[in-house]
């Protein structure tokens, strides 16, 4: 069994205009000053980091990880989850995506799609420079609009879908498999693959390409009340990232799992700092160890009532705590009788091999 690295921050939520979340450094001084030993990094901010130089100039990432190395941080993970929303995007949220490409893309869906399948090969290759094995992203979608069955859907037309999402990513994870990095999807509501059932369609799509894995995060689970404990039964094999966030699902007589169009706040289903909603984490860590997860466990803060810092701040102890340091022994080698095959056969009360 495996020891899980962490805690880990993902910096997305905390990037910022004033200091001290504005430069890596000195966001990583902070992290630090919290307990964290990790940082998952966006590669779409420029304050924090330069994509295009990471996967041009080893250099340049090697002096990224003198500089986290010396307030005791490593990269966990390089996050493409901005630039994996545009390989795939239906037309009905071609408005609201337009903002995550750069100015020069906006407004023409197939030079955006260009952009970000070319950022995730950069990202393959800088993952590559900073000896990493997993990066986080999202998979885009062409058919959450039509995750109710409503109307009617053809005959065919979401095995098209997923057979098109196969096509635009397959030349990614071959590009990730040249660099030796597992491609993690978190599945999230609003991506094609926002569940086992959904991650199942992708894989026979794309041949059960050794690279295509997840990011596990619960609180996506728990809002579409999925047993979130079986599902790193059925899937831990492909588990190779892990966000570490909390929410809670009270549904009501006025709405449930698809929230009204409300806000946060009102919704039944809420994402909320780590200790303060109803995933069992004990139970999370246990099978992240008895199934050999080989990664990091990495903050995720999103909570529409708790401060951020005071999130962050509770949020390292909350995974330093629960982070179990494996046994190298059985708990009952203390009365072992040892054992040859002899010995075994007398116990059975057969005859001597």
């Known amino acids: 069994m495996k020891t899980l690295k962490g805690p880990g921050i993902f910096l997305a939520q905390y990037a910022g205009d004033t200091a001290p979340f504005n430069t890596?450094?000195?966001?990583?001084?902070?992290?630090?000053?919290?307990?964290?030993?990790?940082?998952?990094?966006?590669?779409?901010?420029?304050?924090?980091?330069?994509?295009?130089?990471?996967?041009?100039?080893?250099?340049?990432?090697?002096?990224?990880?003198?500089?986290?190395?010396?307030?005791?941080?490593?990269?966990?993970?390089?996050?493409?989850?901005?630039?994996g929303q545009l390989v795939a995007s239906h037309p009905a949220f071609d408005c609201l995506f337009d903002g995550f490409a750069p100015a020069a893309q906006r407004g023409d869906v197939k030079a955006r799609q260009a952009w970000a399948v070319d950022q995730l090969k950069l990202a393959a290759t800088a993952s590559r420079h900073f000896g990493l094995t997993a990066h986080a992203t999202f998979s885009g979608a062409l058919a959450w609009h039509l995750f109710y069955p409503w109307p009617q859907?053809?005959?065919?037309?979401?095995?098209?879908?997923?057979?098109?999402?196969?096509?635009?990513?397959?030349?990614?994870?071959?590009?990730?498999?040249?660099?030796?990095?597992?491609?993690?999807?978190?599945?999230?509501?609003?991506?094609?693959?926002?569940?086992?059932?959904?991650?199942?369609?992708?894989?026979?799509?794309?041949?059960?390409?050794?690279r295509a894995n997840i990011l596990y995060d619960p609180s996506h689970m728990i809002l579409q009340q999925m047993d979130y404990l079986q599902f790193i039964d059925n899937y831990h094999e492909r588990i190779r990232a892990f966000?570490?966030?909390?929410a809670e699902f009270r549904p009501n007589?006025?709405?449930?799992?698809?929230?009204?169009?409300?806000?946060?706040?009102?919704?039944?289903?809420?994402?909320?700092?780590?200790?303060?909603?109803?995933?069992?984490?004990?139970?999370?860590?246990?099978?992240?160890?008895?199934?050999?997860?080989?990664?990091?466990?990495?903050?995720?803060?999103?909570?529409?009532?708790?401060?951020?810092?005071?999130?962050?701040?509770?949020?390292?102890?909350?995974?330093?705590?629960?982070?179990?340091?494996?046994?190298?022994?059985?708990?009952?080698?203390f009365v072992s009788t040892g054992s040859d095959r002899a010995f075994n056969r007398a116990i059975l009360g057969l005859d001597p091999a």
Request: charged residues 30%; proline residues 4%; glycine residues 10%.
């Open 243 to 246: 966000h570490v966030k909390d």
């Open 253 to 333: 007589g006025r709405s449930g799992v698809y929230g009204g169009y409300q806000n946060w706040i009102d919704r039944p289903g809420r994402f909320r700092s780590l200790g303060d909603g109803q995933i069992d984490f004990g139970a999370i860590f246990s099978k992240m160890a008895q199934y050999d997860y080989p990664g990091w466990a990495v903050l995720e803060w999103e909570c529409c009532i708790k401060d951020a810092q005071q999130g962050a701040k509770e949020g390292a102890i909350f995974i330093r705590d629960h982070i179990i340091k494996v046994t190298e022994r059985a708990f009952d080698d």
């Open 24 to 83: 890596l450094p000195d966001i990583a001084r902070w992290a630090a000053s919290l307990g964290f030993v990790g940082v998952q990094i966006p590669t779409n901010d420029r304050r924090l980091f330069d994509l295009e130089q990471a996967a041009a100039s080893k250099g340049y990432c090697d002096d990224i990880a003198g500089m986290l190395a010396d307030h005791g941080l490593e990269v966990t993970e390089l996050s493409t989850h901005l630039q």
């Open 153 to 210: 859907r053809p005959a065919g037309l979401v095995d098209e879908a997923f057979a098109e999402l196969g096509r635009r990513w397959r030349p990614i994870l071959d590009a990730f498999d040249d660099a030796g990095v597992d491609v993690c999807y978190e599945l999230h509501p609003g991506e094609d693959l926002h569940d086992g059932a959904t991650f199942e369609r992708f894989l026979d799509a794309v041949d059960h390409h050794p």
